[in-house]
């Protein structure tokens, strides 16, 4: 079975520019959530969706967006992007329960 | 505000050995405990996790204690192996209607020597 996948692998962008990420649940999960790890850093919750729904927001900018379509994938969306935005972006995705399974990242490098 | 604290930030230990890992929380409202193993360049892989009302589980050479009064809980790897050098996180998350975002610590690295 396919696990949690994610495209971009990596991407460089120029402070200001916008980028978008995507993110392809494992099947049957209809949750999917978004996390920053800074280098050296543990995970830090950005969105949380379940069935097309926003159920979580963490402490992070309006800079940053999301959303999911009827398949369960996911966009993650950052306007205006700073030289802090440098990160690793993981999606997990679960089903009603609590285990999320994490995809292996996608890597943004802002200059 | 950190609500999952973690140490050491790395350990060192030698192939065969016992890692100790500690993770200790405020929140009382979290119900589940998982620890993540990470690879560089790689995302966080689900290594076991618990639930406060079991005070250890074991899965192979990976172990959880629990302490509730205390708010913290341990992850000890038996007979490490190189294979076992990684960064491990724990994680905890409140579950139910309000979503389960994962708190993380801020992880530990650690190096089994041959």
């Known amino acids: 079975d396919a696990g949690v996948t994610q495209s971009p692998t990596h991407l460089i962008k120029t402070r200001g520019q916008q980028v978008t990420l995507r993110c392809s649940p494992i099947?049957?999960?209809?949750?999917v959530s978004w996390y920053q790890q800074v280098l050296g850093q543990g995970p830090q919750f950005i969105f949380q969706?379940?069935?097309?729904?926003?159920?979580g927001r963490g402490n992070f900018p309006d800079r940053f967006s999301a959303r999911q379509f009827p398949n369960y994938s996911s966009e993650l969306n950052v306007n205006a992007l700073l030289l802090g935005d440098s990160a690793l972006y993981l999606c997990?995705?679960?089903?009603?329960?609590?285990?999320?399974?994490f995809g292996p990242g996608t890597r943004l490098t802002v200059l | 505000q950190q609500q999952v604290k973690q140490s050491p930030q790395s350990l060192i230990v030698q192939k065969g050995g016992i890692s100790i890992i500690n993770c200790a929380y405020e929140?009382?409202?979290?119900?589940?405990f998982p620890w993540y193993q990470q690879f560089p360049g790689k995302g966080p892989a689900l290594l076991i996790a618990?639930?406060?009302?079991?005070s250890e589980k074991k899965e192979g050479r990976f172990t959880i204690s629990f302490n509730k009064s205390a708010k913290q809980f341990s992850l000890h790897i038996m007979d490490s192996q190189p294979g076992d050098s990684a960064t491990y996180f724990c994680?905890?998350?409140?579950?139910?209607?309000?979503?389960?975002?994962?708190?993380f610590g801020g992880g530990t690295r650690v190096l089994v020597k041959p």
């Open positions: 997990a995705s679960s089903t009603e329960g609590d285990t999320q399974y």
């Open positions: 099947s049957g999960h209809k949750s």
């Open positions: 969706y379940y069935e097309k729904e926003e159920r």
């Open positions: 929140n009382t409202a979290f119900d589940y």
């Open positions: 618990i639930r406060p009302d079991v």
């Open positions: 994680a905890a998350s409140t579950g139910g209607a309000a979503g389960n975002k994962l708190t």
